[in-house]
């Protein structure tokens, strides 16, 4: 074999080894993609497996918290049923045996006694979201709270009204400036008593603007609204917020003594009742900078607003209530 031959021989056998491993190549990458694409087919089974297996255990689990809650429902109503039949039976002996003041001291214990409401509690008479009938009026949620307790089937009718009949001598009822709502509120049936509000209200709130009391045009209403106090069957508590529209307002002696003369007489006469003002009062900001200037009012921390509440009674003249506003607020003079 010449020299040529050998070198085109062995050029061939170059490019026959060359095909062949390139084919062994191309089947191994062949193979291995095949065996991802089974892998891949297999982990998709899998998770269809796993998700049918969630959902399966998803509706069981919404099947027991379903079963779960008929079960609490009807224990509720189980144990419903035996309180109401006890407390059936309680309320009747407490109607049997009990005297009407230890039956009250039993309706205080639910609702409350009545300075915790004068202070800490209000139910607020509002008007309605639909405001076409003007003289239309509700009681605010908290009511809602003791009429569940009311429940004719659970107390009886007697206990029930009692009840009722507390809960309204009891709770303070605040106007705001919706004074125009004093006198539908007392007229109108005390709900579950078959008796009107102006027999067992003790407790009333009201605001009143301090710029409608020297205004001619607002004090003719203002003192029809007020005047539907008086139908009260019996003395009660009132107590008024005076608001100023002003922002910052230097109370002084003088401005005092006129709100009360303005405002007192707009009351109707009211005897034996408890007259209670509440003030917020504004030391004056000058003070603290300027020391020589004189503080309105004296005493009092200048720059902060305090509030000021001011007991007296219907009988009270405006130089007495002056002269317990102006000890209320020597009481809480900085030394």
Same mark, same amino acid.
């Given at each position: 074999?010449?020299?040529?031959?050998?070198?085109?021989?062995?050029?061939?056998?170059?490019?026959?080894?060359?095909?062949?491993?390139? !084919?062994?190549?191309? /089947? +191994?990458?062949?193979?291995?993609?095949?065996?991802?694409?089974?892998?891949?087919?297999?982990?998709?089974?899998?998770? +269809?497996?796993?998700?049918?297996?969630?959902?399966?255990?998803? /509706?069981?689990?919404?099947?027991?918290?379903?079963?779960?809650?008929?079960? $609490?429902?009807?224990?509720?109503?189980?144990?419903?049923?035996?309180?109401?039949?006890?407390?059936?039976?309680? !309320? $009747?002996?407490?109607?049997?045996?009990?005297?009407?003041?230890?039956?009250?001291?039993?309706?205080?214990?639910?609702?409350?006694? @009545?300075?915790?409401?004068?202070?800490?509690?209000?139910?607020?008479?509002? =008007?309605?979201?639909?405001?076409?009938?003007?003289? $239309?009026?509700?009681? =605010?949620?908290?009511?809602?709270?003791?009429?569940?307790?009311?429940?004719?089937?659970?107390?009886?009718?007697?206990?029930?009204?009692? *009840? =009722?009949?507390?809960? #309204? %001598?009891?709770?303070?009822?605040?106007?705001?400036?919706?004074?125009? &709502?004093?006198?539908?509120?007392?007229? @109108?049936?005390?709900?579950?008593?078959?008796?009107?509000?102006?027999? &067992?209200?003790? /407790?009333?709130?009201?605001?009143?603007? !301090?710029?409608?009391?020297? %205004?001619?045009? $607002?004090? %003719?209403?203002?003192?029809?609204?007020?005047?539907?106090? =008086?139908?009260?069957?019996?003395?009660?508590?009132?107590?008024?917020?005076?608001?100023?529209?002003?922002?910052?307002?230097?109370?002084?002696?003088?401005?005092?003594?006129?709100?009360?003369?303005?405002?007192? +007489?707009?009351?109707?006469?009211?005897?034996?009742?408890?007259?209670?003002?509440?003030?917020?009062?504004?030391?004056? #900001?000058?003070?603290?900078?300027?020391?020589?200037?004189?503080?309105?009012?004296?005493? *009092?921390?200048?720059? #902060?607003?305090?509030? *000021?509440?001011?007991?007296?009674?219907?009988?009270?003249?405006?130089?007495?209530?002056?002269?317990?506003? %102006?000890?209320?607020?020597?009481?809480?003079?900085?030394?």
């Amino acid at each position: 074999m010449t020299r040529l031959s050998r070198r085109r021989f062995h050029s061939l056998h170059t490019v026959e080894h060359v095909l062949t491993h390139d !084919c062994s190549l191309e /089947q +191994r990458l062949n193979e291995c993609h095949r065996t991802r694409r089974i892998r891949i087919q297999n982990l998709l089974a899998e998770e +269809r497996r796993i998700r049918e297996e969630l959902s399966s255990i998803h /509706q069981r689990k919404i099947s027991l918290e379903e079963a779960l809650e008929r079960n $609490k429902d009807q224990r509720l109503d189980e144990v419903i049923a035996i309180e109401r039949s006890e407390c059936q039976s309680l !309320c $009747k002996a407490m109607q049997q045996y009990l005297p009407r003041e230890l039956r009250d001291m039993v309706y205080e214990h639910v609702v409350g006694p @009545a300075g915790w409401h004068n202070n800490h509690h209000t139910v607020t008479v509002q =008007a309605p979201n639909n405001r076409s009938i003007p003289e $239309k009026f509700m009681l =605010a949620r908290t009511y809602t709270d003791v009429a569940s307790i009311m429940s004719s089937d659970t107390l009886g009718n007697e206990t029930r009204q009692e *009840l =009722a009949e507390f809960w #309204y %001598k009891t709770s303070t009822f605040d106007f705001g400036t919706s004074l125009h &709502l004093i006198k539908p509120f007392l007229k @109108a049936d005390a709900t579950d008593t078959g008796r009107p509000a102006l027999d &067992l209200v003790r /407790q009333l709130e009201i605001t009143v603007d !301090c710029d409608d009391v020297s %205004k001619p045009e $607002k004090t %003719k209403t203002l003192i029809g609204a007020l005047g539907g106090f =008086a139908l009260l069957a019996r003395p009660a508590r009132l107590r008024i917020t005076l608001h100023d529209t002003v922002a910052v307002t230097f109370y002084n002696t003088e401005r005092m003594r006129l709100l009360f003369q303005e405002f007192i +007489r707009l009351l109707p006469s009211l005897p034996g009742w408890i007259i209670e003002f509440v003030v917020e009062i504004v030391g004056n #900001y000058q003070r603290y900078v300027h020391p020589n200037t004189a503080d309105t009012p004296q005493g *009092l921390v200048p720059g #902060y607003v305090t509030t *000021l509440l001011i007991r007296g009674n219907a009988e009270f003249s405006p130089s007495q209530w002056l002269g317990a506003y %102006k000890q209320v607020r020597e009481n809480l003079a900085v030394p």
